[in-house]
């Protein structure tokens, strides 16, 4: 198995209609994002580099909140090994 320790994951956030973002990345916290100028959309953008190995079945998603109240989720990043289920 590769060391993920030394992974980094980036997420973006394409064409948010708003001057500033809430990017949550669960069990890790947030990362806020603001834009000075408001004049149309804009993209953000953020990498995260965890302290330590991933846990069995860990994952990560991204939740985006604008200003206007307007959300949205990523699907699930799975980044920890899979839990071994035992046969019967």
């Known amino acids: ?4 320790a030394l992974y980094e ?3 973006k956030a394409n064409e948010t209609a708003s001057t500033q973002g809430i990017f949550e990345v669960p069990q ?7 834009k000075v100028n408001a004049a149309g959309s804009w993209d953000a953008k953020f990498s995260y580099r965890p302290a330590k190995l991933p846990a069995q079945n860990d994952y990560y998603y991204l939740r985006v ?4 109240g307007e959300a949205a989720w990523s699907s699930p990043i799975w980044v920890g090994e899979p839990a ?3 046969k019967k």
């Open 1 to 4: 198995m590769a060391d993920r």
């Open 28 to 34: 890790f916290g947030f990362v806020y994002a603001r």
């Open 9 to 11: 994951y980036t997420f």
């Open 84 to 86: 071994v289920k035992e």
């Open 65 to 68: 909140v604008q200003v206007d």
